[in-house]
């Protein structure tokens, strides 16, 4: 292992592989499941159950469908939580045991895998619930629990716990970009030698009478009443964006460990950049999206050119789609028109801190079947959108890597490379 102190050259750089994907999203469980829907341009947004929305102007997002998490938590005997870190955790067997690193049947042993993950925000079911005891009750209300409950990092602390994982864990909280930016420093973990296997991804899960409301006041949000058409991204009549939940997780090895324990590989890490505008706390800036693109481009080594597709941060709101369009038409010059541009939040709704893992593990399907599922509901294109968007059916790609963009208030900037496994 390199010492921190020691520069690590290029070619010292290990291959980071993935080996294993878990999802927990609005339209599906599973690999296969979600894959079908999003071929079939089954959208997972639709009128909210879980909460009542009588006061709010939104009433539609992307729930995952109730009681399923909880009964995948009884095969694991464990009680639900919160919302967010219960997805986290099933997920999270799934891309454990793809990977060939968890056995349900076999009894639990150390395992020296890192935790990295994202959330925006964090265990915020356990929040309301511990503020409404609070109200009324005052102090006395707050149970001894509350405080390892309520920090953002119970989240990777139940991961570690569950499955015996003694590497580092750790919270990444950066909004909208925070899966992205996990995955990016499991990414570079591995690469530099300092450690050989890392858990990533993302997860949100905000569908509670508070922050569910927050968010209400904020104009981002779709107005658009109708379920499956309020998400329209680079379209000319988007109205905004359309909350989702979820969990995506996956498993980062270096190749030679990966291949040594006869691991499946379903993809490749190729490159990561990263940046912020420091200009506005929710505005995107197009010189920061660029930074991040060109940097992770450089960092794979790739050439724009040689992109398969690229799968869009595509919130449907006005300013992002049109900064981005404006961004990845800058990054690839005269050769933008040569490469689809793809965007998944119409499926899977929004999910924040969760969209890009979710939106990754999309991106990594869509090269192993050469397929990318169509953007819904672009029936208008937004002529600011000026790229190749992809229209409302599948279509087949060259053979290649994907670029990944997310972007998050606050500024940051998150840019993926992933490649299919040559």
Request: charged share 20%; proline share 5%; glycine share 12%.
């Amino acid at each position: 292992m390199t010492h921190p102190d020691q520069s690590v050259s290029s070619s010292a750089r290990k291959r980071v592989v993935v080996s294993g994907m878990g999802i927990v999203s609005s339209i599906g469980l599973d690999q296969d499941t979600v894959w079908q829907n999003l071929i079939a341009g089954k959208t997972g947004i639709d009128t909210l159950s879980s909460i009542d929305t009588s006061e709010c102007k939104v009433k539609i997002g992307a729930e995952v469908p109730e009681g399923v998490v909880e009964e995948q938590l009884k095969l694991l005997r464990r009680r639900p939580v919160d919302r967010t870190l219960d997805q986290s955790i099933v997920a999270a067997r799934d891309a454990l045991t793809q990977a060939g690193l968890y056995d349900s049947e076999a009894e639990l042993e150390n395992q020296d895998i890192s935790v990295v993950f994202g959330t925006g925000a964090g265990v915020d079911h356990s929040l309301y619930n511990a503020f409404k005891l609070f109200e009324e009750k005052g102090p006395k209300g707050a149970r001894p629990t509350t405080v390892p409950r309520c920090m953002h990092n119970a989240i990777s602390a139940a991961l570690s716990l569950q499955f015996k994982l003694t590497g580092t864990n750790y919270m990444v909280v950066s909004a909208c970009t925070s899966a992205s930016n996990a995955m990016g420093m499991a990414f570079r973990m591995i690469r530099d030698g300092y450690v050989d296997t890392v858990l990533t991804g993302g997860a949100d899960a905000f569908f509670n009478p508070f922050y569910f409301g927050i968010w209400n006041n904020i104009p981002a949000l779709s107005k658009i009443e109708d379920p499956l058409k309020a998400c329209r991204p680079f379209g000319v009549d988007r109205e905004g964006t359309v909350l989702g939940e979820g969990a995506g997780v996956l498993i980062f090895e270096s190749y030679e460990k990966a291949t040594a324990r006869g691991a499946p590989i379903l993809g490749e890490i190729l490159g990561y950049g990263e940046s912020s505008d420091a200009k506005h706390i929710t505005s995107p800036d197009v010189d920061g999206q660029v930074k991040a693109m060109r940097m992770a481009l450089n960092d794979s080594g790739i050439n724009p050119g040689d992109l398969s597709f690229i799968n869009s941060h595509g919130t449907a709101t006005k300013g992002n789609d049109s900064c981005e369009s404006q961004s990845i038409r800058t990054v690839l010059g005269n050769g933008v028109d040569q490469v689809p541009v793809s965007a998944n939040k119409s499926y899977f709704g929004h999910s924040l801190g969760a969209s890009g893992a979710l939106e990754s593990i999309a991106s990594l399907l869509s090269l192993k079947h050469g397929l990318v599922p169509g953007n819904l509901n672009l029936e208008n294109p937004d002529p600011v959108c000026n790229v190749n968007l992809i229209g409302a059916n599948p279509v087949s790609i060259k053979p290649g890597p994907v670029m990944k963009n997310s972007f998050g208030f606050g500024g940051g900037n998150g840019v993926l490379i992933l490649g299919p496994h040559n």
